[in-house]
């Protein structure tokens, strides 16, 4: 077994993980990741066979490479089907397994990558495929730091200052985002044997597991080419915007997690600053996106 | 909820006029007094090869399947998403019809499924994806040319739709022809540009949509080229590619290839798809 650390977690897993090492282990960790027989059928009140949500557990099975059991927000059994292997079972536990960890255990858990600038946390949300981890890896060129890749858990502490909790993760990127960002050098391994989606290591080894949060951008695909636009949002809309941006939304609601959800991100905004970044992704407007960002958030 | 389901698939190879048959379906069922905006098409389409959808029924970031992982769980997400489904549900692919590993259309059985597919002679293909790519002739001509076996196993970015259309033009053309898993109805873009009324009533009968003459002249009428070209102009059209180097609604023709293709690119096209070109009366 080995120890990670990812969204303020401890995580103690058999799987192998791309996750940064914990640094000391103190205590007990705050999650096991083990193997164990994990039974079929689900026989849920979702109408989606592939999952269900009870009191206490969450059955999450991706036919045909694996099922988790996620219990007591603190347990991941999981059992690969057919000939799948672990590998192939480790980014299926990085998302919807982790989500449903980090809703059982009532934490804000945003659909962001984020980045650190000057010491604070900037997190980048937006639905799959809008361009969140490209626009990263274009900000990590221009002065940033990578802070996470794909999950964002806000926690506030004792004044009520919300904390970005790093997913632990490199920057995950598609072939054709690693080849128009020159990013070849430091391209790792695929996420899973197969696929065009590789692992790449960020400029520095280590990066900070935690800053104060000081901006939420939300990004928008513009569907005609235009220039790209920067707007703060008001409270109201950001409220509706931060809602639509929570990880695994569908989880968080049979978890019935929703109502404390809002009560998190409103109390969080008080404290930051939250920006809409409309954009037409095209490689080519990249470096001029990322600069009328940065404007804002220096 | 089967009662009085019924799921069109509306096939083509991409560029020859699947979006065209569409706004001809929602002019002929959902139009008023106006076209029906080209950019909130009101025809009922279950969205069984939306990514986005598909990821939030199931909970499984799909990006992270292979191609044939996708194939192998499509026809079970297509099912549970047409248990919801009543009436009329037109969904548009560009899918080549398929089995996956297990032996099923990744399309899934359902009785009530039917298939309009649409075909345009292959050269004019060619040279509407060189615009709606933003790609040279010469690409656009390997791509209508590609077998199966030549293209990339699996995506290299996000998309977010599943249909993909994974073989050549004459491949994916037999693919949904000579399948025998659900009724299919054969259109050519041609016969639809010069008897728009009697194609498109064919495909009405086929799909034993009980409406008037009327209804359909109208709905031929506000399909119309140039409709659809002043709507692309005056709001655009979201399904136009970032890439694409001319208005998504270009030119509408039929044979323009002869004068835009070299000698040959037309031959080129000609060697490899022979014998369909010559049997759906191309050649």
Redo the contacts between chains.
């Keep these: 077994m080995s120890i990670y650390l990812a969204c303020g977690l401890l995580i103690d897993s058999e799987l192998k993980l791309p996750l940064a090492p914990a640094p000391v282990l103190t205590g007990n960790a705050d999650v096991r990741v083990f193997r164990d027989a994990v039974p079929l059928p689900f026989h849920g009140a979702s109408?989606?066979?592939?999952?269900e949500v009870t009191d206490r557990q969450v059955l999450?099975r991706?036919?045909?490479?694996v099922r988790f059991v996620i219990s007591a927000a603190r347990e991941v059994r999981f059992e690969l089907e057919g000939r799948a292997n672990d590998a192939d079972a480790i980014?299926?536990l990085l998302?919807?397994a982790l989500?449903a960890l980090l809703h059982q255990r009532k934490l804000l858990a945003l659909h962001a990558g984020a980045v650190s600038l000057n010491g604070q946390a900037i997190a980048l949300c937006g639905?799959?495929?809008v361009g969140k981890s490209t626009l990263i890896a274009s900000l990590c060129a221009s002065g940033c730091e990578l802070l996470g890749d794909d999950v964002s858990v806000i926690q506030r502490d004792a004044s009520g200052r919300p904390w970005l909790l790093s997913d632990g993760r490199h920057h995950q990127l598609?072939?054709?985002?690693i080849e128009q960002l020159h990013l070849t050098e430091r391209q790792g391994p695929p996420?899973?044997e197969?696929?065009?989606?590789f692992h790449v290591a960020p400029a520095k080894a280590t990066y900070p597991a935690s800053l104060p949060l000081k901006t939420i951008v939300l990004l928008r695909g513009l569907?005609?080419?235009a220039r790209s636009r920067v707007c703060p949002l008001q409270p109201a809309d950001a409220m509706a915007a931060l809602m639509r941006t929570i990880f695994?939304?569908?989880?968080a609601t049979s978890l019935k997690c929703d109502g404390l959800l809002f009560t998190q991100i409103a109390a969080t905004l008080p404290w930051v600053q939250v920006l809409c970044l409309d954009r037409?992704?095209?490689f080519q407007n990249l470096t001029n996106d990322v600069q009328r960002l940065l404007e804002h958030l220096q | 909820m089967t009662g009085n389901r019924q799921i069109v698939w509306l096939a083509s190879y991409p560029k020859s006029g699947n979006t065209w048959l569409r706004l001809l379906l929602a002019n002929l069922l959902y139009a008023d007094e106006q076209p029906v905006n080209i950019n909130d098409l009101p025809l009922p389409e279950p969205r069984v090869v939306s990514r986005a959808t598909m990821d939030r029924m199931t909970l499984i970031d799909s990006s992270l399947l292979l191609r044939h992982e996708v194939d192998l769980l499509r026809p079970d997400w297509t099912r549970r998403m047409l248990a919801q489904q009543s009436g009329h549900g037109f969904v548009k692919t560009h899918d080549n019809y398929r089995l996956n590993h297990d032996n099923e259309p990744i399309f899934g059985r359902d009785r009530t499924m039917r298939a309009l597919y649409v075909v345009r002679d292959p050269r004019d293909v060619a040279v509407s994806l060189t615009h709606h790519y933003g790609c040279t002739l010469d690409k656009g001509v390997m791509y209508l040319n590609e077998s199966s076996a030549s293209i990339g196993p699996q995506i290299k970015r996000y998309v977010n739709r599943f249909d993909d259309v994974l073989c050549n033009w004459t491949e994916h053309a037999r693919s949904w022809l000579e399948q025998t898993d659900m009724p299919v109805h054969l259109l050519r873009y041609e016969d639809l540009l010069a008897e728009p009324v009697s194609t498109f009533t064919a495909a009405i009968d086929f799909l034993d949509l009980q409406v008037t003459p009327e209804a359909v002249a109208r709905a031929v009428r506000f399909s119309a080229f140039d409709q659809l070209q002043q709507q692309e102009r005056d709001t655009g059209f979201r399904e136009r590619l970032k890439s694409s180097t001319a208005p998504f609604f270009r030119a509408g023709r039929a044979g323009a290839w002869s004068g835009v293709l070299s000698a040959e690119q037309a031959r080129r096209i000609v060697d490899a798809h022979h014998p369909l070109m010559e049997q759906l009366g191309y050649l």
């Design positions: 109408d989606c066979a592939n999952w999450f991706v036919a045909g490479i980014p299926f998302s919807t989500g639905p799959a495929g598609w072939a054709d985002s996420i899973r197969g696929l065009r989606k569907s005609q080419p695994c939304p569908s989880l037409h992704s095209r």
